[in-house]
Structure formats: structure tokens, C-alpha cells
């Protein structure tokens, strides 16, 4: 009994950015699809043809020969730590992006993917490294929350201080997130994605 409690409070813990490590690490190890099934929420979406539920595309997909690699570059978490953000490049010998990846705390403290795409990599690339931006939305009172055009999915921490949206936007998907600071809204990410 005291083991399951240390155990959910050292879950509980954990920044985000070593949630998308060990994903990252186990695609590797166990395979890509395997990975994203043992890492997702309930209720995950995944960035296909738009917002998909992934649970139903993932299911029949069997892990390729060669996973793709990725890497947290940044991580925002909410401020009571129900959610979080994190993106960073990914690798393939096919091409490589950026992914854009919302996390949900779990009720035993675990984190989980909810939404998952990506995009073009930032102008330039992304260099391979171990440091990583990690940052939190602002405690406290929250400014009026902005705006959002039809809503393909999203959502918002439990606190209401980190937000995210994917919208269509042309042919392609817009990602937003924003996080509170100091009584405004930060833009973490606004990205087309699904490119």
C-alpha cells in the first residue's frame, strides 16, 4: 500500500518532458504504434485527415521496421498540472517535423498523450540535444478567454490556464495553444499542422 502511494506521488512529479522521453524511448524499443497506444488518454485524438479518434486508427496499424525519433524541444505546463504542451523535431528516413503534443495528467499521476500532430520543422531545423524549455502558465486570476473560430478539437487544463484548439484553416489544420501570464494570454504555439 505504501508502495502504490510513493509510486503515484513520484508519477505525480514527473515534468512532462520525461513523459515524452520515455514514449520516445519505447517507440524505439517496442515499437511506434505500440507506443502510441500505451501512451495515449482516453479519448485521444491524432492529426490525420483532421482530428481523429485515435484509438480507432491506431488499432489496426502494425509498428514498422524502423520507428520514427523524437525529441521534447519545449514543455508548458499548466498551472495546477492537469495538462501540458510539448513539441519538438522528429526524424524519419522518410523526412523529418515537429510534432505538437497535448498531455493530460492521469488520475494516478501518469501522463498521457490527448492529442497528437504535427508539421514543417522550424526554418533551419532543430538541433539534437538534451536541454529543454521547460515553462508554466501563470497562477492566479485569469484573463477573459480569448476567441476561438469552430473548434475541430480542443480544450482547456482544469484550471482554465492552458488552452488549446486545432481549427481548419484552408486546406490545411491550425494548432493553437495558449498559456496564461500575468493576466494576458501567451501564445505558445500557433502552427498549420497536418502539413
Known amino acids: 500500500m505504501i ?6 506521488a513520484v508519477a505525480a512529479s514527473q515534468p512532462v518532458e520525461q513523459a515524452e522521453r520515455a ?14 497506444r500505451r501512451f ?13 479518434d485515435a484509438a480507432k486508427f491506431l488499432a489496426p496499424l ?10 521534447p524541444a519545449r514543455t508548458v505546463t499548466a498551472c495546477d498540472g492537469s495538462l501540458a504542451f510539448s513539441t519538438g523535431p522528429w526524424r524519419s528516413a522518410r ?7 497535448i498531455w493530460q495528467r492521469q488520475p494516478d499521476g501518469a501522463w498521457k498523450w490527448l492529442y497528437d500532430g504535427g ?9 539534437a540535444g538534451d536541454t529543454v524549455v521547460a515553462t508554466r502558465a501563470a497562477c492566479g486570476r485569469l484573463p477573459p478567454p480569448p476567441a476561438t473560430p469552430a473548434m475541430l478539437a480542443g ?3 482544469q484550471d482554465g490556464s492552458l488552452r488549446w ?11 493553437r495553444v495558449l498559456a496564461a501570464a500575468r493576466g494576458t494570454w501567451a501564445i505558445v504555439a500557433d502552427r498549420i499542422v497536418g502539413t
Open 40 to 52: 495515449m488518454a482516453p479519448g485521444a485524438r491524432i492529426l490525420t485527415d483532421g482530428p481523429t
Open 3 to 8: 508502495a502504490l502511494a510513493l509510486a503515484a
Open 62 to 71: 502494425k509498428d514498422p521496421r524502423v520507428a520514427l525519433m523524437w525529441w
Open 23 to 36: 514514449f520516445a524511448a519505447t517507440a524505439q524499443t517496442e515499437g511506434q504504434w505500440t507506443a502510441f
Open 95 to 101: 523526412g523529418h517535423g515537429r510534432f505538437l503534443t
Open 165 to 175: 484548439s486545432v481549427t481548419k484553416d484552408g486546406a490545411a489544420w491550425r494548432m
Open 119 to 127: 508539421g514543417a520543422d522550424d526554418a533551419g531545423g532543430s538541433p
Open 155 to 157: 480544450g482547456e487544463s
